[in-house]
């Protein structure tokens, strides 16, 4: 089955006890049971529920995986996987990480005696320098928030599989649309099911699918055992999100594109990150790894000076400034005063996150609507 049709039908059946074609929302937490024991395969909804069910099978489908878990947000999602750590353990991640799991990582699992190395992925051999005996995760986000840097997940799988070392990619900003990673070999895929998946700016929650039924396993005892679930409302809402998830994505990456290019050749913008500039220094391995671009463009005003950028966000009137992305409306974002305002500002720098920094989520709205509207933001500076 092709991806365009999994998003519709993939691993989902009519409502077995009245064929209702879509899912209906089971509203529940318990469920009756004969003698104890004795059930339909449901007995409390923290540890399942029919709704979710249906989704968690719809997102092992779209990832090319054979298990899939919701969860109540993508950071309950990350916060499961951690939990497969032991103190001692040690992380590789990404060194432009998602502000909030940059913030999971440091000042929570850091308490519990974990250990986390930041590191710029792109660059596999200081991946190697950092392995040792106690390495048991590494921690991928590609393209990364909000520089749009991309990791080659191969090289980074094909280092990990030498030592027994599990592989996550957050697959937040591509989706299954442009990117596989299970494919790609590796072990564990998250999302923040808030941003595209669900698409519509009106649920927060977050998944994780894989293949190995051990690894599963110990994910759903997690899920059950810490009880970080979504409901069946969510679940419905993101099931009716999945299904134009790819119709959403090839606008996204249309809109991108040309929000990218428009950028570029503006006399106020200092430097557009965009991965599908040839000049974007990781373009060939978001060519070889993804199957578009994406809708996420980030830019950077002449001058780099914050005033500016803030002009520019609150001159916006079609791309909404608020935090998020992914939905079908535009929206646009400061990442160091907002999404990364949490990550100390040397090393929020040294990542490239500099104070005139401006973050676009590029809508399905009309291109030139778009355009209009950054052309006349642009111009109040
Ligand atoms: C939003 C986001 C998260 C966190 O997800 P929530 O649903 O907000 O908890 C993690 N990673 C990336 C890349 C995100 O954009």
Redesign the pocket.
């Known amino acids: 089955m092709k991806f365009n049709t999994k998003t519709i039908h993939g691993n989902q059946k009519h409502d077995p006890s009245t064929g209702a074609v879509m899912p209906p929302i089971y509203q529940t937490s318990t469920y009756a049971q004969k003698s104890p024991g004795d059930h339909k395969g449901f007995e409390y909804s923290r540890t399942g529920n029919p709704t979710r069910h249906t989704l968690e099978n719809a997102f092992a489908s779209i990832e090319n995986g054979s298990y899939g878990l919701a969860f109540g947000?993508?950071?309950?999602a990350?916060d499961a996987v951690i939990k497969l750590l032991q103190p001692g353990d040690e992380v590789i991640a990404t060194n432009d990480l998602?502000g909030?799991?940059y913030r999971l990582f440091t000042q929570i699992f850091e308490k519990y005696g974990i250990i986390f190395h930041f590191v710029g992925l792109d660059n596999t051999t200081v991946i190697s320098e950092k392995i040792n005996k106690n390495t048991k995760l590494i921690w991928v986000?590609t393209p990364t928030?909000p520089m749009l840097n991309i990791v080659d997940i191969t090289s980074v799988v094909a280092i990990a599989k030498q030592h027994s070392i599990l592989v996550a990619v957050?697959n937040?900003?591509a989706t299954p649309y442009l990117q596989q990673p299970l494919d790609l070999g590796a072990d564990i895929v998250m999302h923040?099911a808030?941003?595209y998946l669900g698409g519509h700016s009106d649920v927060?929650?977050?998944a994780l699918v894989v293949k190995d039924k051990g690894l599963a396993d110990k994910l759903y005892f997690i899920q059950n055992a810490s009880g970080a679930v979504c409901g069946p409302m969510d679940s419905f809402l993101v099931l009716r999100g999945l299904k134009t998830l790819h119709v959403r994505m090839q606008r996204h990456c249309e809109n991108g594109a040309e929000v990218a290019h428009f950028l570029a050749s503006h006399p106020k913008v200092e430097k557009v990150f965009w991965p599908g500039f040839e000049s974007h220094p990781n373009h060939h391995i978001a060519k070889k790894q993804m199957n578009d671009f994406g809708g996420m463009v980030s830019f950077s005003t002449k001058g780099n000076r914050k005033e500016d950028a803030i002009k520019v966000v609150e001159n916006l009137k079609l791309f909404t400034l608020a935090e998020?992305?992914g939905g079908v409306e535009s929206l646009c974002g400061h990442p160091a005063t907002m999404t990364h305002a949490s990550i100390p500002k040397a090393a929020r720098e040294k990542t490239g996150v500099t104070d005139s920094l401006i973050r676009l989520s590029t809508g399905i709205e009309a291109i030139s609507d778009l355009i209009e509207d950054l052309n006349q933001a642009l111009a109040k500076i």
């Open positions: 947000s993508g950071l309950a990350i998602y909030g799991t986000e928030n957050d937040t900003f923040s808030t941003k927060v929650m977050g998020s992305l």
